[in-house]
């Protein structure tokens, strides 16, 4: 195994503790437990609702199925599942909900609304450790907001945003809010959808060149949302080759964070060192978001 001194298996890639491995074995074993693709057995309201114990049992299970899937898909890429990390996509549902993954092992969570990501990181301000990852749009006035709580940002598409990024960091290292630069992933556009966001393959050498050339930024890689009309794996094969590309020239740059709950096997057989689940884990949204 080549997991010495990586993330645990299916923790998210960011893990500078390096804790010892941990498994959501606290969850019922049931038969047949693998969640099925982009499925969920159980609904979301009644007494499974947020902060029951039947709530933590749903996520449990659930989680425990989804490292299978997770496992599975490595297996058939011929790739180490210390190589993928899960992060948990907890948009939308509570921070309770976040305290239960959290008792279960994980330490990343992926938010997409930095308003809603801020009022979550106060509110389990003390769960230790607790990596917050921002992926989705951020506007450059809600940068220095960002920089108290963010461990990492994966959506950074422009080099206005890298320099407000930078900014932000600086004051928020100033005032003791942060003790570690910002982890950067440039977002990478595969379908040029201004609405989606993301830098053109062709822009990435540069914001590379100058996310990596600030002391306040970490660029870890590159993170993307194809589109979903297209053909995913030619989608993800592209990405692949901008990923190789970056690392060329950024050989740190090792994170490609690409795949969610209907696609991470795919993602998974192209690569992909980090999968962005919301639905297959924490159920429904109530409204889709982007
Ligand atoms: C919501 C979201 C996800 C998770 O999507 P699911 O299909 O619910 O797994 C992943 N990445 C980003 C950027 C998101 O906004």
Known sequence: MSGIGRGVRGECAWDPEGSAERTPGDG???AGGAVPQGGFAVPDSGPSGPGSTARADVLARRLTGLLARIEA???AAGRDSGEVRLLPVTKYFPASDIAVLHRLGRHDFGENRPQEAGAKAGELHDLRPLRWHLIGRLQRNKARQVARWAYAVQSVDSERLATALETA???ALDAGERQQPLEVLIQV???ADPA???MEPAGVPALADRIASSPELRLAGIM?????VADPDAEFARLAEVHSRLRAAHPTATELSAGMSNDLERAIAHGSTCVRVGTALMGERPITSA
């Open 28 to 30: 019922p074993q049931e």
């Open 73 to 75: 898909a490595c297996t």
């Open 169 to 171: 960091v600086a004051a």
């Open 189 to 191: 556009s595969l379908d």
């Open 196 to 198: 989606r966001g993301g």
């Open 224 to 228: 993307a949302i194809p589109p979903l």
